[in-house]
């Protein structure tokens, strides 16, 4: 068992770098293999710094594709699909910030995650007031609609995902119930790489 919460742990780790969403779905299984297993506490803890880093690195490929959008476009365009992919990588990748604190070792892993993930567009100068910005998202906006789009998409086959993504087109901002509420807390965020 411990070789393969290894195996998946690395791919996971790998993937975050290269798709978000693959990473998000190796998270899940992950956790999903975590709460089954009765690993020593080292493996657990290992496993945590594991998953925080994997969600930061996520996050990070979130924020930095958001980031290019942004300086393209000038705003978090909540009609762009791609975009609401993104965010809704973010969103689900961040939820385990909330109530962490700067002295724990989540917060710790998660922050050095970011900073790769975001290949140093998160970096030692602006990290605090990034993380601080995270923080706030988490815990002061109301990202449901978007871990819950996450989740549909980590779940429905490419052909069902094809389809939705056609008709998220058409509402993208209904999508998400407080899209404009989401867009000004990452616009915040993004403000911070200027």
């Not at 975001?118 to 998202?137: A, D, E, F, H, I």
Request: proline letters at 0%.
């Amino acid at each position: 068992m411990k070789r393969i919460l290894t195996i998946v742990v690395a791919m996971a780790a790998f993937l975050a770098a290269e798709n978000a969403a693959d990473a998000q779905v190796l998270k899940n299984l992950l956790n999903k293999v975590k709460g089954t297993t009765t690993e020593t506490t080292t493996a657990t803890t290992t496993t945590a710094a594991t998953t925080a880093t994997t969600n930061g690195q996520a996050a990070g490929a979130a924020l930095k594709a958001l980031y290019a959008q942004y300086k393209a476009d000038g705003k978090v365009d909540m009609s762009n699909l791609t975009n609401l992919a993104n965010l809704a990588t973010l969103a689900s990748n961040v939820q385990d910030l909330k109530g962490q604190t700067d002295k724990t070792s989540f917060y710790k892993d998660f922050l050095s995650g970011l900073i790769s993930g975001s290949n140093n567009l998160v970096n030692s100068v602006n990290s605090t007031s990034v993380m601080n910005g995270l923080q706030t998202l988490v815990e002061d906006v109301d990202l449901s609609g978007l871990t819950q789009k996450a989740e549909e998409t980590a779940t429905t086959t490419a052909a069902s995902l094809t389809e939705k993504l056609t008709n998220a087109t058409s509402k993208a901002t209904t999508a998400v119930e407080n899209a404009s509420e989401v867009a000004t807390a990452v616009t915040n965020i993004l403000n911070l790489f200027k």
